[in-house]
Structures are given as C-alpha cells and as structure tokens.
C-alpha cells in the first residue's frame, strides 16, 4: 500500500516531538500533526502583555547534574541526541512540605531530606531508608498486565507515622497523580525518584528555548510538523486505522498512528471501537493555577527564597476532586526566580499558584461568573500565599488564571485531567493493531516522563518492535 507517511504522529506535545525526533533521525518518513499554531503542548508557552509565559512550567524533575550518566535525564538526552548544556538547567535552591504540626525541606541534594527525616520523624528514618531500597522503576511501569498495587498500603508497611506518609504523598501526588486518594506504587516510585532522590531544575530561557530545541532537532533530521491541523476523527476498518480524517476536509494515511492526546480522547477520534476493549474514562484531577508578575523579587524585597512550597493545612492530606471551585486547603506555591542563577537575569518576579479545582463546576459557569469567579480564587490563593509570602498582594502588577476549563480548550484533555485517565495503557499499545498512545496516558507525566514515553513508543513499536 502507498501510504502518506510511515508514521503520523497526533499532537506536538513533548512525548509527540521525542518521537518524531526519534523516527526522523532513523529516516523514517514522519509527520506530525498539531492542532494549535504551536508545539509543546499542555508545558508549551504564550505571550501575555509583552512577556513570555510558561503554560504550566514549574520544575523540571529528574534533575541529575552532567556528571551522572546512568540517569532517565542522560538517557533521554542520548536518545534525543542532546547535550545536558543545551538545556540550560538551573538547579533549585530549596523547596519545603509544611503541614500544621511539621515542616521538612529537600534539595536536589537526597541527604538533605534523610537529615531532615531523622531530626524530626526520628523513629521513622530506618523504615524511610528501606522504602527507598524498595522503590519500583520505569521498566515495571511499562509490563502489560500488571495489578496496580496501593502506593498508601506500600508506605505503611515501611512507616508507622501516617503524618509522614502524607507529607511525603503531597509533592508526589500534586505532580503527577491521575488517582483520586490513593495512587499506583510503581507510579509514586517514579515520582518519589523525579523529585527526591533526583531533582527540580528549570531551563534558564524557559520552556520556549526547550521547545524551539526539540522541534529543530526534529525537523533538521526530516521530520515533517504542521501546526493548525486538528484530526477530526481515525477511521478504523478491519481493526486498523485506515484513515486520518483532518478538521480541515483532509484525508491522511499511514502505517502506524501514534496518539499523544491521551486515551479517552484518542477512543473519541476513532469510529470504531472493539465491544471488548475498554471504554477509558478521563480522570478527575485538575488544577487551577495563577501566574503572579510582581514589581519586586521575592527572595530580595520579600524574603521568600524557596523554590517550590507544598503546603496542606489539614491533619490528613486530600488529594480529589474538591467540592467546592478548587481546595485552597493545600496548594503549591513555585516561585521561579528561586532557582539557582535565575534570580541574575530576572527583571520581574514571579510567582505561580496551583490548587486541586472541579472541572464540572467551572464549566457550569456562564461567561460573567466565570470571570468573577477566577477573580474571587485569585484573591483566595494570594490570602493563603500570604502566610508564607508576606506583603505579596502588594507587588502584583499583572496576573493571569487558568482554570480547568481553559486546560480543556486548549489542549482537549477532557475535563482538563492534566494527568489524564487512571486507565493506563502501560506498554501504549491501543485496542486498535496500527494505533498507539504515548505521553500522560501511557502513565509516564511531565515533563521528563513524557519525552521518555514518545521515546519508548517509538523505538518500541516501530524502529526495533512488530
Ligand atoms: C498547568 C500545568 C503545569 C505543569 N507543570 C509541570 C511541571 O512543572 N513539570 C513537569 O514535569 N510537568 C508539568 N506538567 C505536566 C506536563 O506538562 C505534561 O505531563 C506533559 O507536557 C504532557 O505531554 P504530552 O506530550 O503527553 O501531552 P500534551 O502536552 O497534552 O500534548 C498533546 C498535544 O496534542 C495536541 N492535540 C490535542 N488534540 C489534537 C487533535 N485532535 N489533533 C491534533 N493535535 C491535537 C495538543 O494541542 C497538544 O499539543 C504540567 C501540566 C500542566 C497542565
């Protein structure tokens, strides 16, 4: 059969653009299709009011420094034929979990948090050294079949205290838990590994730079990308994607298509869908975040030097979809002049809001109340910073919101699950023969777990798989 393309690609997210990277380079004839009229997906940028933006950008995780070879970040980098310098990482200073009764910090440094467990969870430090000797790793994310086992069953068997099982859920589970309460233990192992034993850093120019790296690196090799090219649907016959059916009128054919707009979304697209697979559900977990533009820097007017703060201030820690608009119960405060070297070339400070938010109760909101509304967490979120930030409100110059609602419009993750559906597909391969997924929903989220997902997908079912 002459088809188009050996491999169309949906979705110019991160996990999109490591594939294509990794196609092209072995000349394979590739093309990606983006819906938008840019690459980088739910981490991609946008200009507002004469600045530049990071849509999500928080932390890098994985963060290990050039020397450490064995790492996800040096594989991923090999693979995508990167340097570490090209990323222009800057290591965060410090970041801290701070619930009612205790507080602990990390660094990129996983002594530090050892130290820190055993001043003040003194009892628990051995049974925290044997849970870090038992972590699961990346390669049992990915085997098909395997039970998803209870991270919280897993961490009592190792700690008595749940206060420290909880302070140690709350990083973990605000980045990157698609579950409700609980979550996978091989999933919390990477997560504990990204951001404990390994690190936050931020790219020095932000996500623009990393963006802009990724797709000339893609299409330097071949890779072909249109952006504006939304797909309207996959026509399935005899148990294949036939064709790629084009917002736009046109018809696309491939060998294998690889989906990055998360499962329950991909199943949407298709028309048909076998009666005994699974019908995935989107997940419930979203966020509402603001972005602060402050006339000061926070470390030097404000004396706020932290990079990443976690807080909760309830005795157990509630990580669902809340009741209300969002749960300014607990939240993540990031301030990103807190990283080394950042603070040198910030002219502006900065600093982001997250809190868990209800997709349905936003998207009930007319247009006028939806606007009083962000206005109304806005202030709420600025309140709760302000315990650890005193004087903050005073510096806001500009500010911007962004609610579940805008997650779903701009990327179609339905009810903007930023971590997509608890329905993983561990090894991306789709009920559908030519039809994979990779990125959220092969079960490897952000930034780093992304690139390493679209990498995985592509060596695996295409250059070295069936
Ligand atoms: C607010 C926010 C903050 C975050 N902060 C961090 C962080 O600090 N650190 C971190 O590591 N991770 C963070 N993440 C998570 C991280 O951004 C994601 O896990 C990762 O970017 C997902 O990449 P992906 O390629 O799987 O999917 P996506 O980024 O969702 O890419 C999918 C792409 O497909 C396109 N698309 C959708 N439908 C269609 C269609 N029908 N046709 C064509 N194209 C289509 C979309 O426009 C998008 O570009 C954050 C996410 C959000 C939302």
Same mark, same amino acid.
């Given at each position: ?5 050996? *491999? ?6 991160? $996990?999109? /653009? #490591?594939?294509?990277?990794? @196609?092209?380079?072995? =000349? +394979?004839? &590739? ?93 628990? *430090? ?6 870090? $000797?038992? /972590? #699961?790793?990346?390669?049992? @994310?990915?085997?098909? =079949? +395997?039970? &998803? ?104 054919? #491939? ?212």
């Amino acid at each position: 059969m002459d088809y188009d393309y050996e *491999v169309l690609i949906i979705g110019a997210g991160l $996990s999109g /653009l #490591a594939a294509g990277i990794r @196609l092209a380079h072995f =000349g +394979r004839r &590739v093309c990606i299709l983006e819906k938008q009229v840019r690459a980088g997906g739910l981490n991609s940028w946008y200009p507002f009011q004469g600045r530049i933006l990071d849509v999500g950008l928080h932390a890098v995780t994985n963060y290990v420094p050039r020397s450490v070879k064995s790492a996800p970040l040096a594989r991923i980098l090999r693979q995508l034929r990167l340097s570490h310098d090209d990323l222009r990482l800057c290591p965060q200073r410090i970041s801290r979990i701070i619930f009612p009764e205790k507080e602990l910090s990390f660094t990129n440094d996983f002594q530090l948090l050892v130290q820190e467990i055993a001043d003040k969870f003194p009892s628990q *430090v051995d049974g925290f050294l044997k849970l870090t $000797s038992s /972590l #699961a790793d990346y390669g049992e @994310l990915s085997s098909p =079949g +395997r039970e &998803v086992v209870s991270a919280r069953k897993v961490l009592k068997q190792f700690l008595s205290d749940p206060l420290l099982i909880e302070m140690l859920l709350c990083p973990i589970m605000f980045y990157g838990n698609c579950r409700e309460d609980d979550m996978d233990f091989v999933q919390f192992s990477i997560l504990f590994r990204s951001i404990f034993t390994e690190g936050f850093a931020r790219p020095k120019l932000g996500m623009r730079q990393v963006i802009q790296l990724l797709v000339d690196k893609y299409q330097e090799s071949g890779g072909e990308l249109r952006y504006g090219c939304q797909v309207h649907k996959l026509i399935i016959h005899q148990g294949r994607v036939a064709e790629v059916h084009l917002a736009n009128g046109r018809i696309m054919q #491939a060998k294998v298509i690889i989906s990055t707009v998360g499962l329950p979304e991909t199943r949407l697209l298709c028309s048909f869908w076998p009666a005994e697979a699974k019908e995935p559900k989107p997940g419930e977990i979203s966020f509402v975040e603001s972005i602060l533009m402050l006339d000061c820097l926070p470390s030097q007017s404000l004396g706020f030097e932290t990079t990443i703060l976690f807080y909760n201030d309830t005795e157990h820690f509630v990580y669902r979809k809340p009741n209300g608009l969002i749960n300014s119960l607990s939240g993540v405060i990031c301030c990103p002049n807190n990283y080394q070297e950042d603070e040198q070339m910030s002219t502006e400070g900065l600093v982001r809001l997250t809190h868990l938010a209800n997709f349905d109760l936003w998207s009930r909101l007319d247009q006028d109340e939806y606007r009083r509304q962000k206005e109304h967490c806005l202030r709420e979120s600025v309140e709760k910073a302000e315990r650890f930030i005193r004087g903050l409100g005073r510096h806001i110059v500009a500010c911007d919101t962004f609610t579940p609602r805008t997650i779903q419009r701009f990327t179609a993750r339905q009810k903007g699950a930023v971590y997509g559906t608890p329905d993983k597909l561990a090894d991306g391969r789709t009920a559908i023969k030519n039809l994979y997924v990779c990125g959220t929903d092969q079960g490897l989220v952000g930034i780093v777990g992304a690139l390493l997902s679209g990498i995985t997908v592509a060596n695996r079912w295409v250059l070295y798989g069936a």
